[in-house]
């Protein structure tokens, strides 16, 4: 194993020449996250033919892994404070191992409560992880281009998205699932025997990806990373400052509860809206296929982001990415056939600089707090808990294809934030 060198273990923002390394190895993480999340996205059809599911509980699977968020990004927050974002960090990977290998025995019975046991654990170390590197990343090298920075981090997360639906519909939705009404049809030994073939095809990819987790948690343990003082505090340390005097990083916390909410209710929905007849008509399999290009679309648009965010204010362009994903949305609603698909397709591309850009604005200024406010954040990811349950519940009303509208209002008030509540403590009294 190589170690990065730094030239001391305690830097400064400032000197920022020793970060290329660290920056690549947290980088690695980014990706491996982004890839287990948008793998909810081959679960969720999965398991809804599997269990004969509605939307509505089909929808707990994502209820289940983003309400971890909520539960475990304070507990995590504090566990910074205690043992520091390097430790964090091999400690959720752990958490994550742990994790993806319960969807062996929850597959083995096969349980629905039991895969979101499973997922609970696997988000728990992701909200460990999130906790820990996004700060990191934010506070590792110059204020001024810390939202470019992150960005492109978040690309190689994106990364992740963009290869999980191609891997996970080889493996996962290999064979096209029988019908409903055959399923319901048969006498409860073949159904029994039909579960526990379908829910077998998680067991190895899964495996798979714990095993590669276990490593990478290894190989972070043996690096060392450089320690950023002036972001976090000691225990027992006083702090003369509170994060709830910061309006940016309160509007930020509701910014990413409804950022998240809305890109993780599109992104559950696209498969089940691409196979209807009046959208696409698409197989499962070939579904999935499409939604890698929603994810790709983040993916490309953050390594534009990085590059654009060092020109244009990041507020600014917040907007402009909001107002373009509300309206791609309308369309796709308003419209049918091919048109409506690709255009919800492009909201992946302005969504792109959205979690960075509201997740930097938001900690702008924290100082020592910087770990409790992402914290809060990271527990603000609990929208893509329950905002997609919502949508689940609107589409068993009215359809799944009118049932976006609740994404468009997601994305009007990360235009407000972007324009009005982004703005730190700093800015607000200079205008006093």
């Known amino acids: 194993m190589v170690n990065v060198p730094v030239k001391s273990s305690t830097v400064t923002s400032e000197s920022s020449g020793s970060y290329a390394g660290p920056l690549m190895i947290v980088t690695s993480l980014f990706f491996m996250w982004g890839f287990l999340t948008c793998l ?40 910074i404070v205690w043992i520091g974002y390097q ?9 994550m191992g742990l994790g993806a290998f319960l969807f062996v025995p929850a597959a083995s019975v096969p349980s629905y409560p039991l895969f979101l046991g499973a997922l609970i654990v696997l988000a728990a170390g ?28 978040q690309a190689f997360n994106s990364l992740g998205t963009f290869l999980a639906p191609f891997f996970g519909g080889v493996l996962i939705l290999s064979a096209a699932p029988k019908a409903m009404d055959e399923i319901r049809a048969m006498a409860p030994d073949a159904l029994q025997a039909y579960r526990l073939h379908e829910a077998a095809t998680v067991k190895t990819p899964y495996v798979g990806l714990g095993i590669a987790l276990v490593v990478l948690a290894i190989a972070i343990a043996s690096f060392k990373l450089p320690t950023i003082e002036h972001a976090q505090h000691k225990v027992g340390e006083k702090v003369d400052d509170s994060i709830w005097n ?44 499409f939604v890698a290009f929603y994810w790709g679309g983040a993916m490309v648009g953050r390594f534009i982001g990085s590059g654009l965010l060092q020109k244009v204010k990041t507020g600014q362009l917040l907007g402009i990415c909001a107002i373009c994903a509300a309206a791609l949305v309308a369309i796709s609603m308003l419209a049918t056939g091919h048109f409506a698909m690709w255009s ?74 972007a324009l009005s509540g982004s703005k730190p403590n700093s800015e607000r009294l200079a205008k006093t």
């Not at 430790?87 to 958490?95: K, Q, W, Y």
Request: net charge neutral; aromatic share 14%.
């Open 40 to 79: 909810n996205d081959i679960l969720v059809p999965h398991l809804k033919s599997i269990f004969d599911l509605s939307y509505a509980r089909v929808m707990l699977i994502q209820f289940a892994f983003f309400g971890a968020y909520f539960i475990f990004s304070i507990p995590s927050a504090k566990i």
């Open 87 to 95: 430790r964090s960090m091999v400690l959720g990977l752990l958490m």
């Open 126 to 153: 992701i909200t460990c992880l999130q906790v820990a590197a996004n700060p990191y990343v934010t506070v590792l090298g110059k204020p001024e281009t810390a939202s470019s920075r992150l960005n492109l981090t």
């Open 246 to 289: 910061h309006p940016n990083l309160v509007f930020g916390a509701i910014a990413i509860f409804v950022y998240v909410g809305a890109e993780v209710s599109i992104g559950s929905f696209l498969v089940n809206y691409f196979t209807q007849p009046e959208i696409g008509g698409l197989t499962e399999r070939v579904a999935a296929s």
């Open 344 to 417: 919800i397709i492009f909201v992946g591309f302005f969504n792109s600089i959205m979690f960075p850009s509201i997740f930097t604005l938001g900690v702008a200024e924290l100082g020592p707090l910087t770990g409790e406010g992402s914290g809060l954040l990271i527990m603000a990811i609990v929208g893509g808990a329950i905002i997609p349950l919502a949508q689940g519940w609107i589409a068993d009303k009215i359809g799944i294809h009118h049932a976006f509208f609740l994404p468009v209002i997601c994305y009007l008030y990360i235009l407000f934030f």
